[in-house]
């Protein structure tokens, strides 16, 4: 669990660099080779990510809903909690991700001369405002469930 938490973080981290250099990348061409390669590696790393971190969240709520069917003097809210945590978690993670694919593919159709130039930045305003949004709800739902996690634990330490 610790690991996928800690692996979390540092690929949001990551993932947020990869954001900002997409954005430097459009405005400075800081990349020397084609505009959609950065894109398309930093693509793979932010979609990764997300989906870890959600996948972290469905992982861990199979552990509690098993733990808790088997122990039955752990309380049944705890699993009712884990839900509530997914149902904040899942709707600003999955937007960031659309927005972000969105922003990639904008970003390409640009550089070909297809679209606007105004489409890149209303995309990358919202990207960026949805990717600090997801991560600060992310943030939060790791610090829930571990709670959720050590109480249901501590339960059955004293009650041994």
Do not use: C
């Not at 990551?14 to 390669?37: R, V």
């Not at 945590?85 to 969105?102: C, E, G, N, S, W």
Request: charge should be positive.
């Amino acid at each position: 669990m610790w690991f996928f938490m800690i692996l979390s973080y540092v690929m949001v981290v990551i993932s947020g660099i990869g954001l900002f250099l997409i954005g430097m990348n459009h405005y400075f061409n800081l990349w020397a080779q084609n505009h959609i390669t950065l894109d398309l590696l930093i693509s793979i790393i932010f979609v990764a990510t997300q989906t870890l971190v959600m996948f972290f969240f469905v992982g861990t709520g199979v552990n509690i809903r098993e733990y808790v069917e088997s122990h039955k003097e752990v309380k049944k809210d705890l699993y009712q909690q884990m839900l509530g945590l997914k149902r904040k978690l899942y709707p600003p993670t999955m937007m960031v991700t659309i927005l972000f694919m969105a922003l990639v593919i904008i970003d390409g159709i640009f550089f070909l001369g297809k679209v606007s130039e105004w489409w890149f930045h209303i995309l990358y305003i919202l990207t960026v405002y949805y990717f600090i949004k997801a991560t600060t709800i992310q943030h939060q739902s790791f610090k829930e469930s571990t709670q959720i996690v050590l109480t249901m634990t501590k339960t059955i330490q004293t009650n041994y």
